[in-house]
């Protein structure tokens, strides 16, 4: 240190402070130096002269793509076969859900509140090769998904596996004859399938009561439970327009689609109560409600021995038939190949219509 001049400490400090230059207010005017230079450091960060950020920025892709993942959004488009010409009655399914829709007499659909994100979309048409394609739906945006649907070839086909040996304990006849699909195994997936019943059973009829029959033939592995929820998969309802448009004497009508060989949606139309057909006097009872359930559950078919799976059902019996081709659908996996002949498209629907007699004098 050079004789004569302070320590630079002191130096500094006296320019601000004058007190003695001892060692001892040294010493002092060293710790009150500190505390005032926290203080100023304290000042500068709360009037804005000096902020410290330590956030991290969000990352304008990853918002979007969390943006598209929420809420819903619209599909709608047109549906032509290959020749371009537009077709009606085609349906429009969002797999995964239970939102559909079907095309009007110029092709069209429109399917509202789909959840943002990716989805599946099917279209099917009896007698048209369904198309499937994968699209993003974004939040309150309408996306175009236009489907061009080629016809059938006879006995084309789309089989998941190889066709294995079959138990002998497994009656393939019956499964062949009144299954969905034939020579594959179409149904519902293991475990609760919820049904809802808009029409509440037009008041005289448990629906309940009758899953559990169905329940108690196919024997637990899947379940049918009656549900509130107007989302449910399963959807009963009235619908004069849908049902009379299959021609006179219709009751009710079965709708079933599959994808992949496993059901993921039905619906069953009735008519209320009324007057039809030129005088013809219908209103749903038990035997439409059971008979369009066995539908529902798997039996793509109709009997003939005097059970509720009959084309005209006069009675409530599930008959040894239906219990015993239902018990092995579910015994077997879905896509199961039953023989080595062409299946039903391992994506598809089915239309069912059942018709009232009059019984006779």
Not at 8 to 18: G, N
Not at 125 to 149: H, I, S
């Amino acid at each position: 240190m050079v004789a004569g001049l302070p320590s630079p400490v002191f130096l500094f400090s006296t320019s601000f402070f004058p007190f003695q230059t001892t060692p001892e207010g040294g010493r002092g005017m060293a710790r009150k130096f500190l505390c005032l230079a926290f203080l100023l450091l304290l000042v500068l960060l709360f009037t804005g002269c000096a902020t410290i950020d330590l956030s991290t920025p969000a990352l304008p892709e990853e918002d979007s793509l969390a943006a598209a993942r929420t809420g819903t959004g619209t599909l709608s488009g047109t549906v032509r076969d290959a020749a371009g010409k537009r077709l009606k009655n085609a349906t429009v399914v969002v797999e995964g859900t239970s939102l559909s829709a079907t095309t009007s007499s110029l092709g069209k659909y429109r399917i509202t509140k789909v959840p943002a994100g990716k989805v599946t979309v099917t279209a099917f048409l009896e007698g048209y090769t369904p198309q499937r394609k994968t699209v993003t739906v974004r939040k309150n945006t309408t996306t175009t998904v236009n489907f061009t649907l080629s016809q059938e070839s006879p006995g084309s086909t789309s089989l998941s596996q190889p066709a294995p040996s079959p138990q002998a304990t497994v009656p393939v006849d019956l499964l062949v004859t009144y299954g969905w699909g034939k020579n594959n195994v179409v149904r519902w997936k293991n475990g609760t399938v919820y049904v809802y019943d808009a029409t509440g059973g037009n008041g005289t009829v448990d629906v309940a009561s009758l899953l559990n029959s169905w329940n108690d033939v196919i024997g637990g592995v899947t379940t049918f439970r009656l549900s509130s929820n107007p989302q449910s998969p399963v959807k009963i309802y009235y619908d004069v327009q849908k049902v009379t448009a299959f021609g006179p004497g219709t009751w009710g009508v079965a709708f079933v689609w599959w994808s992949n060989y496993e059901i993921v949606k039905a619906e069953v139309a009735i008519l209320p109560c009324g007057t039809y057909y030129g005088g013809m006097n219908l209103c749903p009872k038990i035997e439409l409600y059971l008979h369009e359930l066995g539908h529902v559950v798997g039996f793509g078919g109709h009997t003939n021995d005097g059970g509720v799976m009959d084309p005209v059902p006069r009675s409530t019996t599930i008959t040894a038939t239906v219990r015993e081709m239902l018990s092995a659908l579910y015994s077997l996996p879905v896509g199961y190949a039953l023989t080595k002949a062409p299946g039903v498209p391992k994506d598809g629907m089915a239309v069912i219509p059942m018709r009232w007699e009059k019984e006779k004098e």
